[in-house]
Nanobody
Framework: QVQLVESGGGLVQAGGSLRLSCAAS????????MGWFRQALGKEREFVAA????????YYADSVKGRFTISRDNAKNTVYLQMNSLKSEDTDVYYC?????????????????WGQGTQVTVSS
């Protein structure tokens, strides 16, 4: 069983930055797609970013492209989401996610494991 624990959320002013971390336990992450989703109350969970091929490939939602960067440290079994130029519309609960088995990332990626989420609030 994989455990994912997010941290780093908080309150930040618009234009500011935050870095989220997701520490995985239960297995090594190097062979798996790792990613971030976000969800606002009453809305569907939406894709934010994903990292595959050990970290050599990255994918982003159009809404965050150029502002957010996903990275991973396989030795620390941790994935990160650096969020810059934050906007009020980035306010959400952010979830880390991964798969039950190694597979190729696709735009229809539907993870199997989820963290508990970390709140990000951007004040305007």
């Amino acid at each position: 069983q994989v455990q994912l624990v997010e941290s780093g959320g908080g309150l930040v002013q618009a234009g500011g930055s935050l870095r989220l971390s997701c520490a995985a336990s239960g297995r090594a992450i190097s062979s798996y797609v790792m990613g971030w989703f976000r969800q606002a109350l009453g809305k569907e969970r939406e894709f934010v970013a994903a990292s595959s091929d050990g970290g050599s490939s990255s994918y982003y939602a159009d809404s965050v492209k150029g502002r957010f960067t996903i990275s991973r440290d396989n030795a620390k079994n941790t994935v990160y989401l650096q969020m810059n130029s934050l906007k009020s519309e980035d306010t959400d609960v952010y979830y880390c996610a991964t798969d039950i088995r190694p597979r190729t990332y696709s735009s229809r990626w539907s993870p199997d494991y989820w963290g508990q989420g970390t709140q990000v609030t951007v004040s305007s």
